[in-house]
């Protein structure tokens, strides 16, 4: 985690966001296409992810996301970098079989993460990317943002979506 201390003014948040505000304000998955040098693009769905993202572990990360509250969603930070590690399609069903396996139930944020760490491990990793270039890459599109916070995509999604997930 210490060699992510410099992107913690990058804040991971719920749904799908047009542009990231001065606070970096993306989702995990977002902010992955930008800490693997792709230019920032708004994620609806994993199947918006550059080719080489893993659907399953995107998708997984997503969930994540999505579930976490505000305070404990920038646990997730560290997996900003290593997600961008899509594999042979033998490979992929084998993560997807891990994570239905181990994720059948809405599990606490520590317990996700771990499934998402098991997941990372079975194929192909990430290629390795330096703390500097990740740094870089998310401080140039935070740099361009023209407004303090981030701009949800959907804001009345975000909010039923917030509502429901309390619920269950």
Known sequence: ?????HI?????KQGSHTFPGQDGGTCINE???VAAGFPYQPVRSVEDMPACFSRPICRLAMQLNDEACDEERQRLLPFVSRLACADTPQVERERAAYIAARMRWRLPL???MAVLEGA???GRQA??????EVMTRLDNVQQKASTPTSVDEHPLFAKIHGWLVGIY
């Open 1 to 5: 985690m210490d060699q992510f201390d």
């Open 8 to 12: 913690l003014n990058w804040k991971l």
């Open 31 to 33: 902010a992955a296409i």
């Open 110 to 112: 520590r317990d996700g």
């Open 120 to 122: 990372l491990a079975i």
């Open 127 to 132: 290629d390795a990317v330096t703390s500097e």
